[in-house]
């Protein structure tokens, strides 16, 4: 049902639908909004471990400041006998040293990839399909809008 609301000069009532779309994406932005910094750095480390690195944690003395030496939730390469070794340090929230290699860092890319294709796709406006609906009723809309003004005309 519409909700009711006052139009702009404050005379009678006008209808105003929210529709499905506007409000999932409202809903995503509130949830994603909802998750603290702590809880966004640990489901990157969950998506870390599934694709395959290493958590070492900085359990010494010598492992805290190499830890503490490294940009915070970050990826670094380095090269370790001509092979890439990719790290993601968290001084924050496990204290640790993720660890893994270009095949680890490659799933973790794919991975992050295929999350905001799907968040995209759940995004997406749905095509609207109705053979009686008209932009004709919509009036001129100006250059390179339709036959003398409307949706498709390109002069």
């Given at each position: 049902m519409p909700d009711i609301i006052?139009?702009?000069?404050?005379k009678g009532p006008r209808?105003?639908?929210?529709?499905?779309?506007?409000?999932?994406?409202?809903?995503t932005v509130v949830l994603a909004g909802c998750q603290t910094p702590q809880e966004r750095v640990q489901s990157k480390e969950n998506k870390l471990a599934a694709a395959g690195f290493d958590?070492?944690?900085?359990?010494?003395p010598q492992r805290q400041a190499m830890l503490n030496r490294l940009p915070p939730h970050k990826f670094v390469q380095r090269d370790v006998n001509g092979k890439?070794?990719?790290m993601y340090a968290d001084p924050l929230v496990c204290g640790c040293l993720y660890v893994g290699t270009q095949h680890?860092?490659?799933?973790?890319?794919?991975?992050?990839?295929?999350?905001?294709?799907?968040?995209?796709?759940?995004l997406t406006a749905q095509e609207y399909s109705d053979p009686a609906w008209s932009f004709g009723a919509w009036g001129p809309?100006?250059?390179?809008?339709?036959?003398?003004?409307?949706?498709?005309?390109?002069?």
């Open positions: 006052a139009d702009r000069n404050g209808r105003h639908a929210v529709g499905g779309i506007g409000a999932l994406l409202l809903g958590a070492k944690p900085a359990d010494t890439y070794v990719y680890a860092y490659n799933t973790y890319k794919q991975q992050m990839f295929q999350q905001r294709l799907a968040d995209e796709q759940q809309w100006g250059p390179g809008w339709g036959p003398g003004w409307g949706p498709g005309f390109y002069p």
